[in-house]
């Protein structure tokens, strides 16, 4: 079962922007913490940033200033607004939160299907 279904990536120019959306699946619960990850070919998925249920943010230093997370608690939803992008931001990113689909079962990290952003001119 999807849990957490992505949509937004794409191609965009230097110093352009992009919008990553992300939300849960019909009856999944989400838990506290929802974040985006990336991964570039060949390195190791990496913290993008995460926002908690009450609006907590946190970034890599790479995206401060860039980026910007949200989230939408009744639609189950988080967001990854990026501007000015960079041929370096270019990878494939992955939204995670933990989910469950029952309120007596325990949290269990999920991740979306990964969205490709490819950032060239």
């Known amino acids: 079962q999807v849990h957490l279904v992505e949509s937004g990536g794409g191609l965009v120019q230097p110093g352009g922007s992009l919008r990553l959306s992300c939300a849960a699946s019909e009856g999944i619960y989400i838990g506290n913490v929802m974040g985006w990850y990336r991964q570039a070919p060949e390195k190791q998925r990496e913290l993008v940033a995460t926002?908690?249920?009450?609006?907590?943010?946190n970034y890599a230093d790479s995206v401060l200033g860039r980026f910007t997370i949200s989230r939408d608690n009744a639609k189950k939803a988080v967001y990854l607004q990026m501007n000015s992008l960079k041929p370096e931001d270019t990878a494939v990113y992955y939204c995670s939160a933990g989910t469950r689909t029952s309120i007596y079962q325990s949290y269990k990290d999920s991740w979306g299907q990964g969205t490709q952003v490819t950032v060239s001119s």
């Open positions: 926002i908690t249920t009450g609006g907590r943010t």
